[in-house]
């Protein structure tokens, strides 16, 4: 049987930097996620790793079990991602962090009319504000890596004008009133 990983005693700042940092609403999600296993054991010292990865969103077993390891072995610093091999980055952390504040932000506060971000919206918006071009799959994948989440939003029904030169012609007329059943058979 395996041995229960717990959670070592924190200083007081731990506690407070930790706990800022699992209610931060500006950190990176995955940091913040990583910060909610911590929480989680320091408020229930019965609680498992594993379970405690579970309440914070992880799916795999081993997840929090390894996020309470490298805390006690590092402290803070250990929830951060380490270095990865690999290319190096195209766009530097300012970038990605201006891609971010432009998402969390509403349209309309900055004059645009509309009141949803789509891909498009936003790649053009910030190639406009920052020069900078960044393909559909970069700006997926720092959007959902923030724990953003897209709306689908239905374009037949609103552009069907534009789609279909024909349309109205082939809807028919649809603002004579209808009858009632009573006088259509009479």
Known sequence: MRKAVK???LTTEEETEIGKLAASRKAAHRLVQRAKVIVAMQDDPNLHATQAGQQAGFSGRQSGVDWVKRFNAEGIAGLEDKPKAGRPLTHPQ???????????????????PFKLWT??????????????????STIWEWVEGEGFRWKRQESWFHNAEKADPEFV?????????TKPASQARA
């Open 7 to 9: 959670l070592r005693t």
């Open 94 to 112: 300012t970038v990605r962090s201006a891609l971010i504040a432009l998402a969390r932000t509403k349209p309309e506060s900055l004059g645009y």
């Open 119 to 136: 891909l498009e919206r936003i790649q053009t918006a910030f190639q406009e504000r920052e020069g900078v071009h960044l393909s559909d």
């Open 169 to 177: 012609e082939k809807r028919g007329a649809s603002s004579e009133p």
